[in-house]
């Protein structure tokens, strides 16, 4: 577990009134339900000494989409929701990290392809947890204590625990897309209307984590979505500079 994270959680589960003890069950499901494999050596091939694109559901992932079509080749970690459009615009993503909320169709559409999935456990996706049976290639985090088959590599909503998750196995370069954060709710999310007060705060939490993030990682971060302290700010047609 990444240093100083204990504390980050603990703080989360006040403001958010989320249970540890169910954090810890649901856990203890998701590790009863995976088979032993080799996908975190996997994704760490994937990842260390690499420039890796992260990829959310803001506002900007529809700006997004089609300079992602032009870098075929890079390494691309999905947050949950985004994996709908992306798919739909035959972007296939290398690792998907999410909590099964995102469409569930499009879990299905590339379950059984090469891409990893990255599934988190917490209180709140107990039942969903069975998905993970259908998943070909999986592997399972925790936001508490990492335990047999389960990691922590820190960070909480989807999104920037694909951050962390390429910080974590030596990113060379770390890009942002469709990471806004910010007041708006990207349309591609999957957020009812009676969930917007809850997701805002969430969003500010993932980004309050990013910032920290920022402090201590070997990886050079870049974002094309809105300004995130930390983080380079780059056009879209600077890429191709920041990538080779
Ligand atoms: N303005 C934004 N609107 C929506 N998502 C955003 C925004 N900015 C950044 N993101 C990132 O996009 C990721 C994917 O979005 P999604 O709606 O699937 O979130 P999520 O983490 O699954 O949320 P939930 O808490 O409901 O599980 C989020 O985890 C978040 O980190
Ligand atoms: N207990 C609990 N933990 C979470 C939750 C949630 O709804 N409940 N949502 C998350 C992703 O946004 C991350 N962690
Ligand atoms: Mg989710």
Known sequence: MILGWKTRYLSILKELKYSEKKDKESTIILDSILKKTKNIEKVEKLIQGNTVFVIGSGPSLSFAIPELKKFKKSIKIAADSSLKPLIDNGIIPDIIVTDLDGDENAIKKISKKKSIFVVHAH??????????????????????????????????????????????????????????????IGKFSNTKKSDRKIKLKKLKIAKDLLIWLSSITKSELFTTSMPIKGFKKIPYKDLDIIIT
């Open 123 to 184: 209180g709140d996706n107990i039942e969903k947890l069975q998905m993970v049976k259908k998943i070909k290639n999986c592997i399972g985090t925790t936001q508490t204590e990492p335990f047999n088959k389960i990691q922590n590599f820190g960070g909480f909503t989807d999104g920037d625990r694909g951050v962390f998750l390429a910080s974590y196995f030596d990113a060379k370069k770390i890009i942002l897309f469709g990471m806004d954060f910010g007041t708006r």
